[in-house]
């Protein structure tokens, strides 16, 4: 499949990794791809996200982003559940950084010895590279390039497309954009 990459997807698929590998993340997710795709200029995925007002709200994207995963990657949609559960995930998250330290849900492993070696896809940023190839395949190209990618990521439920419809950034809106006018439900 990675060989149906453009440059600016593998660039996407690369920067994650690294997301991951900074965060001392012991797999990579949809999160590290979203943050890798933040950081690229120049694709067309960028050119969605700016068309979508991007830069008055990416610095807010990625704060969600860190704050779902303190959360230990729940979604505030997930959050507000558990709440009408009436468990407070908040105060759980507070009680744990109080014992084990801030990032302690997060899966952090500073101080203790790093992480080595190579970082796997997990299974959700597997599912999100399968839908970004399912993506390319419906709308008959014959690539998958970072705007696939961005359309894959708006499409399954999740933190990073909870993060960008906060601020109007849906699957719907990107194709919109990149496309001129609603897609297939494919993907």
């Given at each position: 499949?990675?060989?149906?990459?453009?440059?600016?997807a593998?660039?996407?698929?690369?920067?994650?990794?690294?997301?991951?590998?900074?965060?001392?993340?012991?797999?990579?997710g949809?999160?590290?791809?979203?943050?890798?795709?933040?950081?690229?200029?120049?694709?067309?995925?960028?050119?969605?996200?700016?068309?979508?007002?991007?830069?008055?709200?990416?610095?807010?994207?990625?704060?969600?982003?860190?704050?779902?995963?303190?959360?230990?990657?729940?979604?505030?949609?997930?959050?507000?559940?558990?709440?009408?559960?009436?468990?407070?995930?908040?105060?759980?998250?507070?009680?744990?950084?109080?014992?084990?330290?801030?990032?302690?849900?997060?899966g952090?492993?500073r101080g203790?010895?790093?992480?080595?070696?190579?970082?796997?896809?997990?299974?959700?940023?597997?599912?999100?590279?399968?839908?970004?190839?399912?993506?390319?395949?419906?709308?008959?190209?014959?690539?998958?390039?970072?705007?696939?990618?961005?359309?894959?990521?708006?499409?399954?439920?999740?933190?990073?497309?909870?993060?960008?419809?906060?601020?109007?950034?849906?699957?719907?809106?990107?194709?919109?954009?990149?496309?001129?006018?609603?897609?297939?439900?494919?993907?």
């Amino acid at each position: 499949m990675f060989e149906r990459f453009t440059k600016d997807a593998r660039a996407v698929v690369t920067g994650a990794v690294e997301h991951a590998e900074r965060d001392e993340a012991p797999v990579v997710g949809p999160e590290h791809l979203l943050l890798a795709l933040l950081d690229r200029e120049g694709g067309r995925a960028s050119f969605a996200l700016a068309s979508l007002g991007g830069g008055a709200w990416l610095d807010s994207v990625r704060r969600a982003l860190g704050e779902a995963r303190r959360r230990g990657g729940l979604s505030q949609a997930e959050t507000d559940a558990l709440a009408g559960l009436g468990i407070d995930v908040t105060e759980i998250v507070a009680r744990v950084e109080e014992a084990h330290g801030v990032g302690a849900l997060a899966g952090d492993r500073r101080g203790r010895g790093g992480w080595s070696g190579h970082r796997p896809f997990g299974k959700d940023a597997k599912d999100v590279l399968t839908r970004s190839l399912r993506t390319a395949v419906a709308r008959r190209d014959r690539y998958i390039g970072d705007e696939h990618l961005l359309l894959a990521l708006t499409s399954r439920p999740g933190v990073p497309a909870e993060a960008l419809a906060d601020h109007g950034v849906t699957h719907e809106s990107v194709t919109r954009v990149l496309y001129g006018g609603p897609e297939s439900k494919a993907g």
